[in-house]
């Protein structure tokens, strides 16, 4: 499965240090899990997280859930010792808190070696270095960490997300330009599932491949805005076969619902259906 077409609707957070979270997860169906070490970790469970978590991704279990780890910054007192530890993880990336160049993926990436990072979007100047940022040779995906972003801005809370848009459109940039999995970040009144589908809708209108959750009643809502619907589904199926038919004529061109189609719309096209076999599969697992 490429990375393309792999889905990454649902990527929810879980804290490292609780093995009740950490079972319930082998559950659910998210996308993608973070382990959370750091937010979701008080600091005098550091210590003890990091030998939760070794534990609980050493069991299995999470099928083909993508696992990816959150540590703290190699900035504080913890964040060597969670790179050491998640270097020796079952898992399949690890996460870096408030990037902000290319060095720190340097840094992390000499204590990580072959596992692939992911980089937590969530300054002001991780904004102005995105670019530089996702295209380090090791970066594999970025998360939207608004809530700290809107903080640094010092924003007002609109339902538009009109504030953050820039910093959001940077990091979408910058996130295609080297093919990086880009998810959005969370929406915090877990409660408000039209508020959720508002942002989830906005969110997949401009490109984001998913959206990180901090609930499971999330789950749901995020899954089905960031999966193709039956209507995509069979204008791709009926844009693919028309296009086909008209390259057996000796045309480059075909008219689909009275719109063209040509090579670049078939490649959306390909897309969408590998994205839908995708989730199918992992479905039915």
């Given amino acids: 499965m490429d990375m393309r077409s792999r889905p990454y609707r649902s990527v929810l ?6 093995d009740r979270a950490l079972d319930k997860a082998r559950t659910l169906p998210v996308d993608a899990i973070i382990f959370d070490l750091e937010d979701a970790v008080t600091a005098d469970e550091k210590d003890a997280a990091r030998a ?11 099928g083909a859930r993508v696992r990816i780890v959150r540590i703290n910054g190699l900035d504080t007192d913890w964040g060597r010792a969670d790179a050491e530890a998640v270097a020796q993880m079952d898992c399949d990336a690890v996460l870096l808190p408030k990037v902000e160049t290319a060095a720190q993926l340097d840094a992390l990436a000499e204590i990580t070696r072959d596992l692939p990072i992911w980089a937590m979007m969530e300054t002001p100047r991780g904004m102005l270095n995105a670019a530089e940022i996702a295209a380090h040779p090791k970066m594999a995906g970025m998360v939207m960490g608004t809530n700290d972003l809107a903080k640094d801005l010092q924003t007002r809370f609109r339902a538009d ?3 953050l848009l820039t910093s959001l459109s ?13 998810v959005d970040g969370v929406y915090n009144a877990f ?6 589908k508002a942002e989830c809708s906005q969110g997949r209108d401009m490109g984001f491949d998913g959206k990180t959750v901090i609930h499971p009643a999330q789950i749901d809502i995020a899954n089905v805005a960031f999966a193709p619907d039956d209507d995509e589904i069979d204008l791709a199926r009926r844009q693919i076969a028309a296009f086909e038919e008209a390259e057996a004529a000796g045309q480059g061109v075909a008219v689909v619902d009275g719109k063209i189609v ?7 096209a390909r897309e969408i259906l590998a994205k839908a076999e995708a989730i199918e599969t992992i479905q039915a697992g």
């Fill in 52 to 62: 939760t978590l070794t534990a609980a991704l050493g069991a299995g279990g999470y």
């Fill in 13 to 18: 957070y879980i804290p490292g240090s609780k």
């Fill in 191 to 196: 409660k408000d599932d039209e508020g959720l």
């Fill in 262 to 268: 040509e090579n670049l719309h078939v490649a959306t």
């Fill in 170 to 182: 940077m990091c979408l940039l910058a996130a295609k330009a080297e093919g990086l999995v880009i």
């Fill in 161 to 163: 997300r009109v504030p």
